[in-house]
């Protein structure tokens, strides 16, 4: 048997129905089902769907985690069974920080849905937050000053694509890009442009269904007390301060 075929053997007995019932809800009939739960056939992607939103649970958890070494009642569930993600809380009930770091950033997009994955990710906690699921991330590169690179960018996850507001910043975790911490911006319909702040970068598009997760700028967690570099606009304000010296010493020595 495959794991998707325990998963839902597993999920069916624990709400203790029976292969009839699930078959009538998915509209198929019962021998089709036996079928995907003894292994002997594989469900098409449109009973996957199906099977997901019956028992409220994502595509990605039903073929890839064992459910039934997950405390299902532990899961956020979102809407329309989009995803769901793996969330853990203190002893007061209080949502931790998972912190992904640079030594396991290559495997996040491969285990952001699997709940032992996040389980194992150092985790932190920030009351001052607020409500809300909250992430880390690494900061990589220079294009986000002054965030930088090494310090942790902490983002609460946003659920739709409708409650990105242009000119705030965002992680984004993509299909192609993998993990990118821009300011975004909503050209048109399903697509986003994605700026760094630093000009050097030009900006680019991403589709809404290249994207895995939106995270929004909460906090920076940083190490560097680095004087900050002095931007374009304050070296001209300097600048301009610095000929209104020089004109008034040349008032003073012509009186």
Same mark, same amino acid.
């Given at each position: 048997?495959?794991?998707?075929?325990?998963?839902?053997?597993?999920?069916?007995?624990?709400?203790?129905?029976?292969?009839?019932?699930?078959?009538?809800?998915?509209?198929?009939?019962?021998?089709?089902? &036996?079928?995907?739960?003894?292994?002997?056939?594989?469900?098409?992607?449109?009973?996957? =769907?199906?099977?997901?939103?019956?028992?409220?649970?994502?595509?990605?958890?039903?073929?890839?985690?064992?459910?039934?070494?997950?405390?299902?009642?532990?899961?956020?569930?979102?809407?329309?069974?989009?995803?769901?993600?793996?969330?853990?809380?203190?002893?007061?009930?209080?949502?931790?920080?998972?912190?992904?770091?640079?030594?396991?950033?290559?495997?996040?997009?491969?285990?952001?849905?699997?709940?032992?994955?996040?389980?194992?990710?150092?985790?932190?906690?920030?009351?001052?937050?607020?409500?809300?699921?909250?992430?880390?991330?690494?900061?990589?590169?220079?294009?986000?000053?002054?965030?930088?690179?090494?310090?942790?960018?902490?983002?609460?996850? &946003?659920?739709?694509?409708?409650?990105?507001?242009?000119?705030?910043?965002?992680?984004?975790?993509?299909?192609?890009?993998?993990?990118?911490?821009?300011?975004?911006? =909503?050209?048109?319909?399903?697509?986003?442009?994605?700026?760094?702040?630093?000009?050097?970068?030009?900006?680019?598009?991403?589709?809404?269904?290249?994207?895995?997760?939106?995270?929004?700028?909460?906090?920076?967690?940083?190490?560097?007390?680095?004087?900050?570099?002095?931007?374009?606009?304050?070296?001209?304000?300097?600048?301009?301060?610095?000929?209104?010296?020089?004109?008034?010493?040349?008032?003073?020595?012509?009186?």
């Amino acid at each position: 048997m495959s794991l998707f075929s325990d998963n839902i053997r597993s999920l069916r007995l624990k709400k203790k129905i029976s292969q009839e019932k699930v078959a009538e809800s998915l509209l198929i009939t019962r021998g089709r089902y &036996v079928k995907y739960e003894d292994g002997s056939s594989e469900a098409p992607y449109e009973i996957l =769907k199906k099977i997901a939103h019956y028992y409220h649970i994502s595509i990605d958890l039903l073929l890839s985690v064992d459910v039934r070494k997950i405390p299902m009642d532990d899961l956020l569930k979102l809407e329309g069974n989009r995803l769901v993600l793996p969330i853990t809380v203190d002893k007061e009930g209080e949502s931790f920080i998972e912190v992904v770091t640079q030594k396991v950033k290559a495997g996040y997009l491969n285990g952001y849905a699997d709940p032992e994955y996040i389980e194992n990710l150092q985790q932190i906690s920030l009351p001052f937050l607020g409500p809300g699921k909250h992430r880390g991330f690494p900061v990589e590169g220079d294009s986000m000053p002054p965030h930088e690179d090494g310090s942790i960018i902490v983002g609460r996850y &946003v659920e739709r694509l409708g409650e990105v507001l242009d000119g705030k910043t965002y992680i984004l975790i993509t299909k192609s890009d993998g993990m990118v911490y821009k300011r975004l911006n =909503k050209n048109k319909k399903n697509i986003l442009v994605l700026e760094s702040d630093n000009n050097f970068y030009p900006p680019y598009e991403v589709k809404a269904s290249d994207i895995l997760e939106i995270w929004e700028y909460k906090c920076n967690i940083g190490r560097s007390d680095k004087k900050q570099a002095p931007t374009e606009t304050e070296s001209l304000r300097e600048l301009i301060m610095e000929l209104k010296r020089d004109v008034v010493k040349i008032k003073d020595s012509l009186l």
